[in-house]
């Protein structure tokens, strides 16, 4: 068996394309298979590929335009039986000469990972770093409370231990814009995940990708919502997909007594949420997740339209939030 296959999917990219096969092959892990599979591309995308003289790079096309999920797939079934390890790559992005080194070496250190990710500068433009970015959570039981608010992985920052993959259905080809969460909410069951603290990516914000475009906004939020319907489940807490897009992404205006209702229902979603999930992290991520809370009932206040003086509303939170006392709830909903 081989040890690492790497894949990358490609859609009209070739702009970006040599910039990123580029920061592959120059990673000072060498021994690797680049697959590029190109989903019907009508730019230059298949003679730059053919340009390389490099014997691990292979070429894919698509007879038809099939989208990321089903190319993802494929590149999987090809694959996942082949080696050990299975990376991701996106065209517009790019990576440090040791990203490959350092998540290997973690995922042979660690036998029980079966997911490893980096932490990754998000920019307009390669080597045009920003001056503040965020990070992802790096252990398992974080990143599994962080999936109900955010995709906690760079996507095309993974490496899968490919067994792994074997432990649930791939990429559902039902979902087209946010097909990386929706996977690893349903392998958070299965395996145990990890980031790695080091910066060892460069992700390109490209507003007319695939779930950042105008055109398919609507779209990617309903299907973030199904996903979350699904995995609050796992917590075994019920919303529906029109619940989950009201607090997450609503904008109606709401009258203030249905607001008040909506907003106590949330406030025990996070009650039962802490005292049942919160409890095997360390002190400074139950402060983390408890703020993260706070400000996420601030965020659907916001977006009801609902007066922030209400005497009400301030009285439902006081009497409603056990996780907090009252100086950090002000501290921390002010904002």
Known sequence: MKLL???????????????????LLQQSFEDFDLYVYDDCSTDDTGNLVDSYQDSRVNYRRNIENLGIAKTLNKGFEETHGSYKYIA????DDWCYPERFKKQLAFLESNLDVGMCGTQGYWVNAIDELPKVNWTYPLFHEDIRINLLFAASFGHSSVVFRS?????????????????????WTRLVKEITMANLPE??????????????????KELHLTERSKILSNYWAQFGITLTPTAVYDYYYGQRQLK????????????????TLDKNALTTLDSEMRSYFRYKFLRFALGFWKRSKVSRYSFRVWLTIF?????????????????
């Not at 060892?200 to 950042?212: A, G, K, V, W």
């Not at 203030?256 to 009650?271: A, E, M, P, S």
């Not at 009497?319 to 904002?335: C, D, E, H, Q, R």
Request: charged content about 20%; aromatic content about 10%; glycine content about 2%.
């Open 256 to 271: 203030t007594l249905i607001f008040i209702k909506d907003l106590k229902q949330l406030l025990l979603i996070f009650n």
């Open 5 to 23: 296959a790497v894949l990358l999917p490609t859609y009209n990219s070739a702009h970006y394309l040599r910039c990123s096969i580029d920061s």
């Open 319 to 335: 009497k409603n939030v056990y996780f907090a006392n009252p100086l950090t709830i002000i501290k921390s909903m002010m904002g």
């Open 88 to 91: 991701r790559m996106d065209a």
């Open 199 to 216: 910066f060892l990516m460069q992700y390109r914000i490209d507003t007319e990708s695939n779930h950042r475009s105008e055109a398919h």
């Open 163 to 183: 067994s792994s993959l074997s432990l649930t259905s791939p990429y559902d080809p039902d979902v087209s814009t946010c097909e990386d969460w929706d996977l």
